[in-house]
């Protein structure tokens, strides 16, 4: 790419993975063992930012367990040090529970806008330690709506989207981001891709930018009822995208790797077929122009 990333705006891919991380917490199986002691090896939560270099702001889809070292990530490529505002998905831990460094142990932030949607709303007002969060104004929430974009500025625009996933205590959306030029759609979580009522092949045609759910690679991976944790495998996202021309397929990056997915391991045979059949794994720190 040959824009100029002091003046145009841009996505920066803050983490890849499941909820809790890579390596994950107490595996000893080779997924893992692998990454123990190599720092090169770790890899953070999922999240995305939004960076505007002309305005000099910038947003954070999800608040993850990580965001410490996510957001010294953010402001050294950027360049910048404010946080215009948090737009959650859901409330899975790795989704919001970064927000409890905004507090006076922390950051102790000055009511930093958090988008949320109606269920995600109540349940941080009315659950410890988030709570605390908003009556001391650490945090303002702000409430959004399905398929109603919130203006940031001038040139970016974002849209939340509701799709289906197992919502204990929330809604779960995704999220579109546009500008003039480019859009891009970040589905972190999501059951299934056939019990959504969207086409999502035709939403990778219209977009530039396709984050997909690839927690799992396949069934089998886990050593238990995957039906009871139901995401879409890549093994069938892969699938399903197969019709799409070799420019569509390349808009799609799958990210959210669970530790267990080899997607996470350099050169294996999964992440080279996925790459063979035109499609893209997320890599933490990209950065890719709106």
């Known amino acids: 790419m040959k824009k100029d990333i002091k003046t145009t705006p841009y996505l920066m891919i803050l983490g890849i993975t499941q909820d809790t991380g890579y390596p994950q917490i107490n ?9 123990w002691g190599k720092t090169e ?4 939560t999922t999240s995305l930012a939004i960076v505007d270099p002309i305005s000099n702001q910038q947003w954070i889809l999800d608040a993850t367990p990580n965001i410490t070292e996510q957001l010294h990530l953010l402001n050294k490529t950027s360049g910048i040090n404010n946080i215009e505002g948090i737009f959650i998905t859901h409330a899975h831990i790795g989704h919001y529970t970064g927000l409890m460094y905004f507090g006076k142990e922390g950051m102790n932030t000055s009511k930093i806008p958090v988008y949320v949607m109606p269920k995600m709303k109540k349940f941080l007002e009315k659950n410890a330690p988030w709570s605390q969060l908003v009556k001391s104004k650490n945090i303002s929430l702000n409430l959004i709506k399905d398929q109603s974009f919130i203006q940031l500025n001038e040139r970016i625009r974002i849209t939340p989207f509701l799709v289906p996933h197992r919502d204990d205590y929330s809604e779960t959306v995704g999220y579109k981001i546009q500008t003039k030029s480019k859009s891009s759609i970040f589905i972190p979580d999501i059951d ?17 930018y396709a984050f997909l759910d690839g927690t799992f690679y396949k069934n089998g991976e886990l050593k238990r009822d995957m039906s009871q944790i139901p995401h879409p495998f890549v093994e069938e996202s892969m699938e399903l995208f197969s019709k799409l021309s070799n420019s ?3 808009k799609i990056y799958f990210i959210h790797m669970n530790h267990t997915n080899p997607l996470l391991i350099e050169n294996s045979k999964e992440k080279n077929k996925v790459h063979k059949n035109g499609f893209n794994v997320a890599v933490q720190g990209t950065c890719l122009y709106l």
């Open 41 to 44: 090896l770790k890899k953070m």
């Open 27 to 35: 595996c000893s199986e080779s997924c893992c063992e692998i990454a």
């Open 248 to 250: 569509n397929k390349k």
């Open 192 to 208: 299934k891709w056939e019990i959504w009522d969207k086409d999502i092949v035709s939403i990778v045609r219209d977009t530039d």
